[in-house]
């Protein structure tokens, strides 16, 4: 016997195999396109105020139209359901950071509002201003600097 008569058998299973493999990805492919449609679809579309807004002004627009104190999670509520797809961790850091440059004001624990609708009576909150960057100046010195190095240089 030779060697292709004894082995016609493991490489028609092979054949009938690699075929079903092929028909199971046509048919998943098929499926996958289905739910990328309906996806599309279901995707809500931005408000036509925020069209091209980035991510900043869209926050200062949503406090200054709902014209209260919101919480990062709300505010990534109605910029979900304004259309934008941001992390609600992004909303919550950029929420902080306006409010650290000033142009959102903080009235109580993570309720953030538009600086033109502060509840009446509601205690602002300050953003803690950092530190100096830098070595403090020392005393050895008339002029409060640092003396010069020693004569043979920093190191020896």
């Known amino acids: 016997m030779t060697r292709a008569a004894t082995s016609a058998g493991p490489p028609d299973a092979a054949v009938r195999s690699l075929r079903q493999i092929q028909r199971r990805v046509q048919q998943l492919s098929?499926?996958?396109?289905?739910?990328?449609?309906?996806?599309?679809?279901?995707?809500?579309?931005?408000?036509?105020?925020?069209?091209?807004?980035?991510?900043?002004?869209?926050?200062?627009h949503i406090l200054d139209t709902h014209a209260g104190p919101l919480a990062p999670v709300e505010i990534w509520r109605s910029l979900r359901n304004a259309g934008y797809l941001d992390d609600k961790t992004l909303v919550r850091v950029t929420t902080y950071e306006l409010w650290r440059r000033g142009r959102l004001v903080k009235v109580g624990e993570a309720q953030y509002c538009h600086p033109d609708h502060v509840p009446a009576g509601a205690a602002r909150q300050e953003p803690a201003r950092r530190a100096a960057r830098g070595r403090p100046r020392t005393a050895a010195t008339s002029d409060g600097w640092r003396a010069a190095p020693p004569a043979g240089g920093p190191h020896r």
Do not use: Y
């Open 30 to 60: 098929r499926s996958l396109e289905l739910l990328l449609l309906d996806l599309d679809q279901d995707l809500p579309s931005i408000d036509p105020p925020l069209e091209g807004v980035a991510r900043t002004e869209a926050i200062l």
